[in-house]
């Protein structure tokens, strides 16, 4: 197993340009997040997915979106970068409510110039 | 809304010796569940220990334990005999038990853990 894998691990992207942070789960897990860290911060969820083709917005989901075509992959929308998005991404997954630990990609630092 | 707080940005310890990092919580709800994430330089979120309300007994995992008072709302992790691979940031977090809710994780801002020889 695998478990939650994120491309890329690092990234520079210009003010407006767009990109896709790509987040796998080999685990079978219904349940699907992104979040991000910022600096000397705690972790904030951006969105969220019960199931393939079920996803919802989080505490900070402004600037994103998703798609869940597929139990396995969770792919994060940034659409027009802004400096405010320069963060790192943690993707993560967990089988269901009744197991509830949550495992962690191992992040994707971006940084908006 | 459930706020997290972990009012030491930074903590040292000396190896062999004890730590406890603090965590303080804010909720109308009952039943929950509490937990404590290492992130080593790695960035990796790794889970140390969890914590169900509903139950009175401490959670214990090796050297790692908690001291979860419910009515004052705090969780504090204890590290005993620590080593020089417990260094991290620790993150304390919170997540609702509700049934019709997801499991979203709730994060304090995390206490920075440094380990001298």
């Known amino acids: 197993n695998a478990g939650v894998t994120q491309t890329p691990k690092f990234r520079i992207l210009k003010i407006g340009q767009s990109m896709t942070l790509q987040c796998a789960q080999d685990?079978?897990?219904?349940?699907m997040y992104w979040y991000r860290q910022d600096p000397g911060m705690g972790l904030k969820l951006i969105y969220y997915?019960?199931?393939?083709?079920?996803?919802d917005k989080g505490e900070v989901p402004n600037g994103y979106n998703v798609s869940r075509s597929t139990t396995e992959d969770f792919p994060l929308r940034l659409e027009l970068a802004a400096p405010s998005q320069t963060s790192v991404y943690f993707c993560?997954?967990?089988?269901?409510?009744?197991?509830?630990?949550?495992?962690f990609g191992p992040g994707t630092r971006l940084t908006v110039t | 809304a459930q706020t997290v707080t972990q009012s030491q940005p930074e903590m040292s310890v000396q190896e062999a010796e004890t730590v406890t990092l603090s965590c303080t919580y804010d909720?109308?709800?009952?039943?929950?569940?509490l937990f404590w994430y290492k992130q080593p330089p790695s960035r990796q979120m790794i889970l140390v220990i969890r914590?169900?309300?509903?139950?009175?007994q401490n959670a214990t995992e090796n050297r790692f334990s908690v001291n979860f008072q419910k009515a004052a709302k705090s969780f504090s992790l204890k590290i005993s005999d620590s080593q020089l691979g417990d260094a991290a940031m620790y993150f304390c977090?919170?997540?609702?038990?509700?049934?019709?809710?997801?499991?979203?994780?709730?994060f304090g801002t995390g206490t920075r853990l440094q380990v001298f020889p």
């Open positions: 997915s019960v199931g393939a083709g079920i996803t």
């Open positions: 914590q169900e309300a509903y139950k009175q």
């Open positions: 993560a997954s967990s089988y269901s409510m009744a197991n509830y630990e949550q495992y």
């Open positions: 977090a919170y997540r609702t038990r509700r049934s019709y809710n997801t499991d979203k994780l709730i």
């Open positions: 685990m079978n897990h219904n349940y």
């Open positions: 909720t109308s709800e009952s039943d929950y569940y």
